[in-house]
C-alpha cells in the first residue's frame, strides 16, 4: 500500500488549517488517513507548525513519501535531517548518541533563527505603532490648534449679543 505524508485541509473557507497526516494514496484529500502528525496554520506570522518528528521520521523510514509542501514542512522541523541522519546509523557511519547529539544541536540554531524572526517582527510592530501614536498625536493637536481660535470668536460673539440686547 503507498503511502503519502500531506496535507488535509480543515478551517473556514480563506482561513485555511491543515493537519499533516500519513494517508493512503488512493484516500481522498481529506479523507481518510493512517495516522495524524500534526498541524500547520499559516495564518499566524510565522506559521505555526506543530509536528510529531518521531512519528514523521519512522513513516518516511517505512517508505511514506512526502508530498512537496508537505517536505518543506518535513525539513523546516527536521523530520527530513533526523531521517538523514539514521541512515547514517544504519550504515554505521554514526552511533545513536552523535545522531541525538547533532540533531538537538540543529534544533537549538533553528530555535533561535525563528525567535530572532518572531522578535524582529514584533520590534517592527511596535514601532508602527508609535509612529502611529505620534501621528494621531499631531493630528489631534492640529485639530486642537484650529479650533481654539473659533471657541475664542464664539466667546467674544458670545459677549456682543447680550450688549447688543441690552442696547435695545
Sequence with gaps: MPVKIRLQRHGKKGKPFYWIVAADVRAKRDGRYLEKLGTYNPNT????????????????QNGAQPTDTARAILS??????????????????????????????WIEQKEGKVQG???????????????????EKAVNEARIAASAPVVEDAAEDAGEVPAAGEEE
Excluded: C
Aim: charge should be negative; aromatic fraction near 6%; glycine fraction near 8%.
Design 117 to 135: 524572526k518572531v522578535d524582529s517582527l514584533a520590534k517592527a510592530e511596535e514601532e508602527a505603532r508609535a509612529k502611529a501614536l505620534e501621528a
Design 45 to 60: 506570522n510565522p506559521a505555526t507548525i506543530d509536528l510529531n518528528v518521531d512519528g514523521a521520521v519512522q513513516w518516511l
Design 76 to 105: 523546516y522541523k527536521g523530520a527530513m535531517y533526523k531521517n538523514h541522519l539514521l541512515g547514517g546509523v544504519r550504515k554505521g557511519a554514526l552511533t545513536e548518541e552523535q545522531v541525538e547529539e547533532k540533531f538537538n544541536a
